[in-house]
């Protein structure tokens, strides 16, 4: 059968394909443990799954709604961004999304013609270049050095423009080096996209999983007309365990999310109403539950980052949010004789039975990516198995 070319040069996630050949080998038999997934190990707080149930069995989430999203979801984001960053926001400068994803997916849809740029900071999230891609937009890259906490700066972005750099991309907390931007360091990068009239895109989603007393300051309170080029990008996956329910949003300048909800009603009609109805309880309802998964991923944190660092060879710095460590295993691998950390990833799973997933897919081949969002037993003994399988490979 033909297939397009956009769908042959289209690389799968490498973070779903890891975590679906950890669950194959585990539906085998196999006693695999999968640090592959970015969702937290948490369900849903019973409140908003109650609220879905309630929506379900009144009717009330049988039908079609508007393709930005039911506006009292849309309110509650409004009075969100108001009550947790101050910013005060309309209504038609939001839309509920079918997951953070697929608010960029249709950001990019929106905004990008053929041959346009977005600079992505390396490492970066698996999906934004391929999202690039797939509006025939074209990612450049920057490098965030392991050195610098990868992050980038003014002058490598500058080095970067061209006449086609429509937007950067930031994503802080970062997935998947868990690092976050300061304020100074947001007002560099912000007052160069304005001065060049670029579109900010502040990937905010891990913005509450922030640990050890680090803040998280959103692009978009640094000033008045940073503001006015940025795009928010957030979603109720990460904070309040909801990866399953699909429900993101974008928050902007209105001509662009109006575009997205064009783009949203030609092609997935509405992010689903249950999961909406679930959303609008996990915005205005009780919070506790957010600060208690907040508090269990620290713990982890704390306790993992040691053993990881531990590892022969391993070179780690310490995330500040998210729920990832993001080793470089440049010294493991040359004690172990690898040249590839993909190897290394596929071996360490046949071999110790532990799925990580490689740092290729993020642009980093020397790096492994941890997910620690999953229970302290497993993680322990993940740990206790990477260390032996490395022993006995030097
Ligand atoms: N952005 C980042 C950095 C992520 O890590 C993820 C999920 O892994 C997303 C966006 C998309 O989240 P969702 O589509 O579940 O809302």
Same mark, same amino acid.
């Given at each position: @059968?033909?297939?397009?070319?956009?769908?042959?040069?289209?690389?799968p996630? /490498?973070?779903?394909a890891?975590?679906?050949?950890?669950?194959q080998?585990?539906?085998?038999?196999y006693?695999? #443990?999968?640090?592959?997934?970015?969702e +937290?190990?948490?369900?849903?707080?019973e409140?908003?799954?109650e609220a879905?149930?309630?929506?379900?069995r009144?009717?009330?989430?049988?039908f079609?709604?508007?393709?930005?999203?039911?506006p009292?979801?849309r309110?509650a984001?409004v009075?969100y @961004?108001?009550?947790?960053?101050?910013?005060d926001y309309?209504?038609e400068?939001?839309i509920?999304?079918?997951g &953070?994803?697929f608010? !960029?997916?249709?950001?990019?849809?929106?905004?990008?013609?053929?041959g346009?740029?977005v600079?992505? +900071?390396?490492?970066?999230?698996?999906s934004?270049?391929?999202?690039?891609?797939?509006?025939? $937009?074209? *990612?450049?890259?920057?490098e965030?050095l392991q050195? &610098?906490?990868?992050?980038?700066? /003014? *002058?490598?972005?500058?080095?970067?423009?061209?006449?086609?750099t429509?937007?950067?991309?930031?994503?802080s907390?970062?997935?998947?080096?868990?690092?976050?931007?300061?304020?100074?360091?947001?007002? %560099?990068?912000?007052?160069w996209a304005?001065?060049?009239?670029?579109?900010?895109?502040?990937?905010?989603i891990?913005g509450? #999983?922030?640990y050890? $007393?680090?803040?998280f300051?959103p692009? &978009?309170?640094?000033?008045r007309e940073?503001?006015?080029?940025?795009i928010?990008i957030?979603?109720v996956?990460?904070?309040? %365990?909801?990866?399953g329910?699909?429900?993101?949003?974008?928050i902007g300048?209105?001509e662009?999310? &109006?575009?997205?909800?064009?783009?949203?009603s030609?092609?997935?009609?509405? +992010?689903?109403?249950?999961?909406q109805?679930?959303?609008l309880?996990?915005?205005? $309802?009780?919070?506790d539950?957010?600060?208690?998964m907040?508090?269990a991923?620290?713990?982890?944190?704390?306790?993992?980052? +040691? !053993?990881v660092?531990?590892? *022969?060879?391993?070179k780690?710095?310490k995330?500040?949010?998210?729920?990832y460590?993001? *080793?470089?295993?440049?010294?493991t691998?040359?004690?172990?004789?690898?040249?590839?950390?993909t190897?290394?990833v596929?071996d #360490? !799973?046949?071999?110790?039975?532990?799925?990580?997933v490689?740092? %290729?897919?993020?642009?980093a081949p020397?790096?492994l990516?941890i997910?620690y969002?999953?229970?302290w037993?497993t !993680?322990?003994?993940a740990?206790?198995?990477?260390?032996?399988f /490395?022993?006995?490979?030097?």
């Amino acid at each position: @059968m033909k297939l397009s070319k956009r769908a042959m040069q289209l690389e799968p996630s /490498v973070t779903l394909a890891a975590a679906a050949k950890a669950k194959q080998l585990k539906s085998e038999g196999y006693d695999v #443990l999968s640090l592959t997934v970015g969702e +937290p190990d948490f369900p849903t707080p019973e409140n908003i799954r109650e609220a879905a149930v309630t929506a379900i069995r009144s009717g009330e989430a049988s039908f079609y709604t508007q393709a930005a999203g039911i506006p009292e979801l849309r309110r509650a984001v409004v009075d969100y @961004m108001k009550t947790y960053y101050g910013l005060d926001y309309g209504i038609e400068e939001t839309i509920v999304t079918d997951g &953070a994803k697929f608010a !960029l997916y249709a950001l990019f849809q929106a905004i990008l013609d053929k041959g346009d740029e977005v600079i992505i +900071p390396v490492p970066y999230w698996v999906s934004y270049a391929e999202q690039v891609k797939l509006a025939e $937009g074209v *990612p450049v890259f920057v490098e965030g050095l392991q050195e &610098a906490d990868f992050k980038v700066t /003014v *002058p490598q972005l500058e080095a970067a423009r061209t006449e086609k750099t429509v937007a950067v991309l930031l994503n802080s907390p970062s997935n998947p080096t868990g690092m976050i931007y300061t304020k100074d360091e947001l007002r %560099a990068i912000g007052e160069w996209a304005v001065e060049h009239g670029l579109l900010i895109i502040a990937d905010d989603i891990y913005g509450r #999983l922030v640990y050890n $007393g680090n803040t998280f300051t959103p692009m &978009a309170t640094v000033s008045r007309e940073i503001r006015k080029n940025t795009i928010v990008i957030n979603g109720v996956s990460k904070t309040y %365990a909801m990866t399953g329910w699909r429900i993101g949003f974008a928050i902007g300048n209105k001509e662009i999310i &109006a575009a997205m909800a064009k783009i949203t009603s030609q092609s997935t009609s509405n +992010p689903t109403a249950a999961s909406q109805y679930a959303a609008l309880e996990a915005l205005t $309802g009780e919070q506790d539950s957010v600060e208690l998964m907040r508090q269990a991923f620290e713990e982890r944190l704390n306790k993992l980052y +040691p !053993l990881v660092a531990a590892i *022969p060879g391993v070179k780690l710095t310490k995330p500040q949010g998210a729920f990832y460590l993001f *080793p470089n295993m440049a010294g493991t691998m040359e004690l172990c004789g690898y040249d590839n950390v993909t190897t290394f990833v596929n071996d #360490l !799973l046949e071999d110790a039975l532990v799925a990580t997933v490689t740092g %290729a897919g993020f642009g980093a081949p020397e790096n492994l990516r941890i997910s620690y969002a999953a229970d302290w037993d497993t !993680l322990e003994e993940a740990v206790r198995r990477i260390t032996a399988f /490395v022993e006995k490979k030097r």
